[in-house]
């Protein structure tokens, strides 16, 4: 299925498709030479003429994953409605944001480890984050259609040679991607261990941008893409308005998830939990009860109501109001031990009990909440749930979906190359071998099988990467003060790292389009947009920062991105 394209996108189809083949029919360009072709000013002076002039230029100048994942991403009554893709490796910026089209977050770990079920090997196929549901329905024997990927059964033994496990963990290392790891390849030796025992796939990607926690997370567990499911970005549209994708429960997702599917197709017999930080992560494993049929699947998030940020964790476990009606919170998991514990560990590590981390304030830093203090204090709750619940138990496989968000929080904070991610990353692998050891005693050796995944990843340090940061602030006064009109209602409805929604009725009574909007965006250069001190390096300052700013509509009818599967 493709995205539904408006009238005035068909309409444009027949140019579009002129111009993006080109006029002899030749291949795209190398990825080389398009880096070296900056996009061009239109002339052009009808509306479709100007779209099919902004649709060509993408298609000349930006890798074609790249527009592929943007295309994956992008529903018209749910996205923005201009896509912005930066200069590689450029993003834009409020902070260390990981939403973006590039193989630099795009690109994530997947491991299947499980002795018995498991076919031992490298991967090199590519594969997305759309084949893991797939993937562990063909574990459990279970029949399951997923609307873009597909399972990757070479990985695994022949259906008559293996039983059903008792148990399937899906664990996340959120935001720990492929650039993460080989950033700090000494960091994860337990991981580096087991990978012999299992498979590993050299070549998985997201597979649709924006990279972010809410699109990875929805896409592992229904093995389909945004422009399926919904959840295009931290932010849809619904009904006229943008809203947290959670905002409404899981009320947003559109499609079922595995375990939706699984258990109710198994009369709910089967244990389902999910052990996380926010709800977006929840979605990886199911709608609760809200999928006609189904019972009131475990979970535990730790999400403040309303919160500023898509971030913000409250100070207990516990669920939104508007997950709580179709989950059900077991009652112990605030009678843990405390957080203290662990930070107390994580302020030792240097010598001294003193507060501090790696020079950085504990305190500051949400009392240790956000160092690596949390990931084993967490994953004495995943201990604990397992047990209590009694997973694994019986011979009726089991789904336990468990997301950590240490190396995500210290990535915002510090980035992919501070000293501070070498620390996440060695505690995630140290809870990982904890975590194995744990499920060969309680579950039993070749019983069980894990998926660990990352959902993206990180945003490296600027300094090393050499990327320009747009300065977010500045995109959203600059289109005020061109596109609005002074009146009360707003052109500029939200600004994010790959799109932007306006008010398009507004936009219209203003008089102007949204190739107007694609082409001013294209014409912005680093004096126009740097962030704070981030200044231009001298010689730069008339650079354009965008490769490509195309109306949502016109990516949706691209004819160097159709025809390839969705
Ligand atoms: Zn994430």
């Known amino acids: 299925m493709t995205p539904r394209v408006p009238a005035g996108a068909a309409l444009a189809l027949a140019l579009v498709l002129a111009a993006c083949t080109g006029d002899d029919g030749s291949p795209s360009p190398s990825p080389e030479s398009r880096a070296a072709t900056p996009p061009t000013t239109t002339t052009a002076t009808s509306p479709i003429a100007r779209e099919s002039e902004l649709a060509r230029d993408a298609c000349r100048t930006i890798d074609r994953d790249v527009l592929l994942r943007t295309w994956r991403g992008v529903r018209l009554d749910r996205s923005g409605d201009v896509q912005i893709i930066p200069i590689e490796p ?5 902070g260390l944001t990981h939403a973006t089209p590039f193989d630099y977050t795009q690109e994530v770990p997947v491991f299947l480890y ?28 279970f029949p399951f259609v997923a609307r873009d990927g597909v399972a990757q059964t070479q990985a695994l033994f022949p259906d008559e040679e293996r039983d059903l496990p008792r148990l399937v963990v899906t664990l996340i290392w959120d935001s720990g991607g492929t650039n993460v790891l080989e950033r700090w390849p000494d960091s994860w030796p337990y991981l580096a261990s087991l990978v012999p025992h299992g498979a590993w796939f050299t070549n998985a990607t997201v597979g649709a941008s924006p990279s972010n926690t809410p699109i990875g997370h929805a896409t592992i567990g229904t093995g389909a893409f945004p422009v399926h499911h919904g959840f295009v970005d931290e932010y849809i549209r619904v009904n006229g308005f943008l809203q947290k994708p959670n905002a409404n429960g899981p009320a947003f997702m559109l499609e079922p998830t595995l375990a939706d599917l699984y258990d109710r197709a198994m009369r709910n017999r089967p244990k389902v939990a999910a052990v996380a930080t926010l709800a977006a992560h929840v979605m990886m494993m199911s709608h609760g009860s809200q999928w006609g049929g189904a019972d009131r699947d475990l979970a535990v998030t730790r999400e403040k109501e309303f ?8 100070v207990q476990w516990n669920l939104t109001s508007g997950m709580a009606p179709f989950y059900e919170l077991p009652s112990y998991v605030n009678d843990l031990p405390p957080l203290s514990r662990y930070v107390e560990e994580v302020d030792r590590a240097d010598g001294a009990l003193d507060g501090m981390w ?19 204090f967490q994953h004495a709750l995943v201990e604990r749930l397992v047990e209590r619940e009694r997973f694994g138990v019986d011979d009726v496989p089991d789904l336990l979906y468990v997301n950590y968000k240490a190396i995500d929080t210290i990535g915002h904070l510090f980035s992919a190359d501070g000293i501070e991610m070498s620390d996440a990353v060695a505690t995630q692998d140290a809870a990982l071998e904890r975590f194995v050891e744990f499920l060969d005693r309680t579950v039993g050796r070749g019983e069980w099988v894990m998926v660990l995944a990352a959902d993206h990843g990180t945003q490296p340090d600027p300094e090393t990467s050499g990327a320009f940061r747009i300065d977010v602030a500045k995109l959203e006064t600059g289109l005020r003060d061109a596109f609005d009109d002074g009146d009360d209602v707003a052109v500029v409805e939200r600004v994010r790292p790959s799109e932007i929604w306006l008010d398009r009725g507004e936009l219209r009574e203003n008089g102007h389009t949204l190739a107007d ?3 001013w965006l294209l014409e912005l250069t680093q004096a126009d947009t740097f962030k704070n001190q981030n200044v231009p390096d001298p010689g730069h300052e008339n650079e354009r920062v965008f490769a490509a700013a195309l109306p949502s509509s016109i990516l949706a009818a691209l004819p160097c991105v159709r025809g390839s599967s969705s």
Do not use: W
């Open 358 to 376: 790696r020079g950085n304030s504990i305190e500051q830093l949400s009392n240790g909440f956000d160092t690596p203090a949390r990931t084993p």
């Open 114 to 141: 499980g002795p018995g079920f498991v076919r031992p090997g490298t991967y090199d196929a590519p594969i997305t984050l759309a084949d893991v549901a797939p993937t562990t329905a063909a574990l459990l024997k």
């Open 90 to 94: 450029n993003f834009v910026s409020g």
């Open 307 to 314: 919160g500023e940020t898509a971030g913000a964790e409250s």
């Open 517 to 519: 909007v694609s082409q």
